[in-house]
């Protein structure tokens, strides 16, 4: 059997740098009746993992054949989050059975799943299926973010100038209920899956495939991550033994791999902030879709400029992109987009943020002084920060202000803050604390170049009747309801703006 | 010479036969004026009672109009399952209700509300459809339906549980893509296996689907095959939404294999697209656009697209579209 690691070694040396290693950790065989029947019963949920920051759930994958294909696919998924993320402090749960209707009628799949990680918190949930068909076995994947995830780690912002209003504008990526990948394994692939998923079980006495095995993992305990070691991590069993597990997140010649990746992308963009969702020709058009709109997610800068340009063309309008692409084999789809009007609001997003950064750069071409610009950093980041930290992150940002040239700065200072503040405060700040504080600096720097702007109400009036059109599309899109709601109010157009804000009450209540 | 003979046939004849002749009518009369005029505060309610799904008249069934505990007349049908139900009523000068019961030994028990108004039926003639007896556990109490009947099996082939097995898969195939878009749980389907259900004709599909008040019934028949069999798929809908039933093939399977009842995504296209005029009837337009754009997905999958589908899908999308409050949105669309 040939195995591929892959290597996390800036990864798992800067946490030995700083004395922190993240007890990732993951726990075995929950009830997924249990926990249902709790919820249903009501009174206060016993949670799982709790001690973990970001967790995710994965839901053995049905197996209405009994084929035990289920929980191999489900482990394997799991070891991936996992391993991609383990320098993070994250949970891992491990749910059993079924999630099909007991009695025609029942809470099933996605709903099923839905009020279980609602109350268990988690940031994401993976569960599918396997079917034998013949002799291929058949594996759908699907992952499920809850609508707080969604609200808190996907979604962009863009607040109007104060002269337009001052609302804000936002995207959230659509769906929240994906369907990863459908493959079809032949005898080879399967024999594959079964190899792997028994050697991810196994722990070994030290860090050499030629080692002993000591045991196995038994799949209703929880284990930490104690230690690494190149390609190598050490578990310890809560209450139970230590041993070594290889670190692989490749399963070579498993087109599975492209999910549990994608998967442990999606999951790491929340847990960090942003990050890369890796895309492949394995993949359904609707997580390809997800990855473009996490890409746009990453900033205003990107949405705008060329590149986010030609990822919404991909999506939408003359240019829609359908089939697969003959270069990289990625999947497209047909027709209506995933996530309906998902990446027409991102383009009226777009085109409105690109129409202010015009107006901002046309104010700042008589240029302003960097040290105004210096002392309203350290201001800013010393009313959020404790003063060590503040002084040490202002003087970072001070020093890389210092070597832009002075006619770049005139055009460039929004780019400026989209570019390297945004990489500074996450690497310095991370998650919700990093967001908030570049929206503190992008006010207090730039919003009062911006602020004066006021768009033409013609062409807000014509993105406006873009995005109206794209809500008979999709009618349960509460983004476009509410960007709807804020562009009328900036045209005067109260009808309007009290009906969008009606209907998308009526969305939210109903869903 | 037939001529010449008639006058004297009709002198030996005629004077007996009319004489004859006449009493008849005078007693046919009589007998119309007893049945059809009814006596002094008598008021008379006629109806017809067919089967739900063969549409064939049914004899004998028992007809009673009941106020509360009190039986206020009763009649049988006759072979035309025709009734005519003589009976008195309490003066009133409101409108009145009473409950019309029917029941045959072979069909199912129904009752429904009739109204009179000044003495007299609110309506001319009642047509009632019973539900023959074996389909009794053919569909859940409420909700959007899809009942899956009966399969026809080969003479050679023993099978079990066809019609519950495409249930279960229908279940998942389709059941994950409705709640993808959040379809509240009492707006998604529930998928009914009733080998019961056993159409005879090519029509009976439809009526099936309308008298278990199913959005859409499938049905089939299992055929032996140059391997394992071929399973012909038939899909009605309650709408009217497909002239001819939707039919499809799933060739060469193994019945044990779960591939056998795997439906083509053209078959899933039609469903949803049947669960989309169901909403539509109902004025949830939203779940309506939403049902149509996962029928359009649905079909870009399957390798033989109906242009009729392809057509009904866009006009229930356009009306539900034209019905959403989101309309008033577009500019030039005054409230």
Redesign the interface.
Known sequence: MKMRAFRFIWLWLVPLFFGVIGPAEAGGDYSLEAAYSQIMQGGEYRRHLTGAKHRVAVFSF?D??NTGRGNDVALLMARHILFSNSYLPIGVLNFKQDL??AQ??D?????KVDRVIKEEKVTMAVWG?V????DRLLIDT?IQLPRETIKEFFRLRISLPKAMGGKILQAHIR?D?I?VQRISCDVAQQMALIDFANFMRELRQSPDLNSKVVGNIPQDKTFTIVTRKPDWIQVQIRGGSRGWMPEIIDFEGLPLFAAASFASGVFGFAANGGGYVKQGPDLTPEAIAVADQLKLLHGVYTLTRDRGQEIIRRWIGPQRQTGRDPSTGIDY????PPG?AAFANLQALALIADSLWKCGRAKMAGGFSREEIKKTIEETLSRSLPKKEADRISNRISKKLEKIPANIMEGNLDDFFLDKIDKELYTSVKGEKAADLYGALKEAVVAPIHDGCKLDPGYV?DIA?QL??S???D??NVDV?NN?AVL?DYLGDV??KN??E??AAQ?SA?? | MANARLPSMAKHILPYNLAKVSWCLIGCALWWIFLAVPAAGQTLLNGQVADAVTKAPIPGATVRLVKGDQELGSASSDTNGRFLLSCELPRADQPQNFTLALEHPEFLKISLTVQTVGGKFTQDAYGVQLLPRELLHCRPEKGHCVVIGYFTPPMETAYTDLSRRIADALNFDLLTRLQKFHLQSNLQPVFWACEEAKPRALTHGKYFAQALKADVFIWGNVKKAATGVDIRTVVSDSYGLFELPLSSINQNVDLNDPLAAQLHPETHAAVVAALAAGYEKEERFAQGIEATLLADKLLADAKTKPPELIDEIKKIRGRCQARLPHQQLLPGEGK
């Open positions: 049905e209405p054949q099909a209707p025609p009628g809470l099933s799949y996605f709903d299926r079917l034998p068909l013949g699907y769906p209920r369907h789809g047909e027709g209506n309906g009036r009747t109206a059109q809500s008979l599309e009618p349960g309801l709807l009328f009808e309007r009906l969008a009606t209907i969305v109903s869903q």
